[in-house]
């Protein structure tokens, strides 16, 4: 049974970053591609950045330039660095582990 583990998150002004992280449990991690997810309210969830085994990323483009996916195999962690944040970016986030396992959701929220 695959779990994702969520940390990180909260309040910080616009400007400011956070930084996200979501540990998975088992032993795929490392062959399969992560991702990291937000909804705001009223909103449909949508994919903020994504990277593949190998370490090739994507992003949303409302994120490019700010935003960091990163993983780190040894520790079956991917995180997510959130930089020049903006109360756009004010959501629930969700990591994504072979587009089948969710974590928990976290909170970020960006007051202007």
């Known amino acids: 049974q695959v779990q994702l583990v969520q940390s990180g998150g909260g309040l910080v002004q616009a400007g400011g970053s956070l930084r996200l992280s979501c540990a998975a449990s088992g032993t795929i991690f490392r062959f399969t591609s992560m991702g990291w997810y937000r909804q705001a309210p009223g909103k449909p969830r949508e994919l903020v950045a994504a990277?593949?085994?190998?370490?090739?990323?994507n992003y949303a483009d409302s994120v490019k330039g700010r935003f960091t996916i990163s993983r780190d195999n040894a520790k079956n962690t991917v995180y997510l660095q959130m930089n020049s944040l903006k109360p756009d970016d004010t959501a629930v986030y969700y990591c994504?582990?072979?587009?089948?396992?969710w974590g928990q959701g976290t909170q970020v929220t960006v007051s202007s």
């Open positions: 994504i582990m072979a587009s089948n396992y």
């Open positions: 990277i593949t085994p190998g370490g090739r990323t």
